[in-house]
């Protein structure tokens, strides 16, 4: 289970069901949360079929080129074995936590508090791949993705990172947008005092809420948005938030 913080209630309500894809929040640089999907073994698998391509075709390329040049013995095994050897680390360094075969699969490295992994965790994770891939055929990084649930194979359990899926799936159903009725009428012009992500988070934790039939949350939630609105009701809690956001879209949506 992975609980959701809710800094706009203050405390944490809701948490997922079992069988659920596990998923990890990002804050961006402009300190707004991104849920992100963690990588499923598939992609990561296609990911690393793609990097071995990768490297097999760099291997091919090196030998054909020292077939036509004279390299020493230190020379060839310098520029054939170092590149094979340091693939995964100089990469994600150089590209933020991905290499080509995450590049293009759409996956990333990331720190499981969701900030930026330092040169010591790509290190660690880079350290352990011998026993995790090569060594093992995969098999302990496999086990240990599956046994973690969290997407993390030991190198990551050492680093503390995972990797995530970038292609954020967003749904119209998780946007802003909610239909306003032809003719519709503004009841609570105070929903300006909320902002696009205050009411993106009024809907998600309304649509968790609702998923999970939790009542409790729906009126810490009410009584949350009044507040911070500035506004009296007698509106039940659920008619109520549902009426802030066709409010707001009603103002804003246009």
Do not use: C
Not at 61 to 77: E, H, M, P, R, S
Not at 140 to 159: E, H, K, M, W, Y
């Amino acid at each position: 289970k992975i609980a959701y913080f809710y800094p706009f209630i203050g405390q944490p309500l809701l948490q997922n069901s079992e069988g659920m894809e596990e998923r990890m929040n990002i804050v961006t640089t402009q300190n707004v949360g991104i849920e992100y999907e963690i990588a499923s073994l598939g992609t990561r698998y296609v990911a690393g079929i793609i990097d071995v391509l990768a490297l097999f075709g760099y291997a091919i390329l090196f030998l054909y080129f020292a077939d036509q040049f004279y390299f020493d013995d230190w020379t060839y095994y310098v520029f054939l074995l170092l590149p094979l050897m340091l693939y995964d680390l100089v990469l994600e360094l150089m590209l933020d936590g991905q290499s080509l075969g995450k590049y293009l699969m759409r996956l990333k490295v990331v720190n499981t508090d969701g900030s930026q992994v330092s040169v010591g965790g790509y290190l660690l994770r880079w350290l352990l791949r011998p026993v995790d891939v090569w060594i093992s055929m995969g098999g302990v990084a496999v086990l240990s993705i599956i046994i973690t649930g969290t997407g993390q194979r030991l190198g990551d359990l050492a680093a503390g990172t995972t990797v995530i899926n970038l292609k954020n799936r967003v749904k119209l159903a998780d946007t802003l947008f909610t239909i306003v009725p032809d003719g519709y009428e503004t009841v609570f012009h105070e929903v300006d005092n909320l902002t696009d992500k205050d009411v993106a988070l009024i809907k998600e934790i309304m649509d968790e809420a609702n998923r999970l039939q939790n009542n409790k949350a729906i009126e810490l939630l009410a009584i949350k948005v009044a507040h911070v609105m500035q506004v009296q009701h007698n509106l039940p809690s659920r008619k109520f938030l549902e009426t802030v956001l066709t409010d707001y879209n009603h103002l804003h949506a246009r």
